[in-house]
């Protein structure tokens, strides 16, 4: 069930709902204004409920500032050998790359400019760690607890 269509269900029933917990896991990529959702969400939180966002985005933590919401956030630091991806008809390698740009046959069905800029921003170094001929994908997450 989507952010969206679990708010309609709640927004339907006669009775309020809070929540001692509520986790959102690398879902605010998927909701169309993930400002509003963490606001919706927030407030279904029941007293000294909290919130939990596992995200890869400072953003959200400017969107709780903005919201004047109290919060707590821990790094968990990752990284993704992503090295295949930059193989020629490497069929885990097209697999990589179909999940990180969320996009199924990404090396065979985008253009040639836009798959060799995807290639170029994975291999930068902003990004990616090059050692010992490997390439390192940062996929470091963020977990955000969120008090009510």
């Known amino acids: 069930m989507t952010a969206s269509e679990y708010k309609d269900k709640l927004d339907k029933e006669t009775e309020a709902r809070k929540f001692d917990f509520i986790h959102?896991?690398?879902?605010?990529?998927?909701v169309e204004d993930p400002d509003e959702v963490i606001k919706?969400?927030?407030?279904?939180?029941a007293q000294n409920g909290k919130l939990l966002i596992i995200i890869v985005s400072d953003y959200i933590m400017k969107?709780?500032?903005?919201?004047?919401?109290?919060?707590?956030?821990f790094d968990i630091p990752s990284t993704f050998n992503i090295t295949e991806c930059f193989g020629a008809n490497?069929?885990?390698?097209?697999?990589?790359?179909?999940f990180l740009t969320e996009i199924v046959n990404f090396r065979a069905t985008a253009p040639p400019d836009l798959r060799d800029?995807?290639?170029?921003?994975?291999?930068?170094?902003?990004?990616?760690?090059?050692?010992?001929?490997?390439?390192?994908?940062n996929n470091t997450l963020t977990a955000i607890i969120v008090e009510s």
Request: charged share 20%.
């Open 63 to 73: 969107t709780l500032d903005t919201f004047g919401l109290k919060y707590q956030h």
């Open 90 to 98: 490497n069929e885990i390698g097209d697999l990589m790359l179909d």
């Open 24 to 30: 959102m896991i690398q879902m605010l990529y998927y």
């Open 117 to 137: 800029h995807v290639l170029a921003l994975l291999r930068h170094p902003d990004c990616t760690l090059e050692k010992d001929g490997k390439f390192l994908f």
């Open 40 to 45: 919706y969400f927030h407030g279904l939180l």
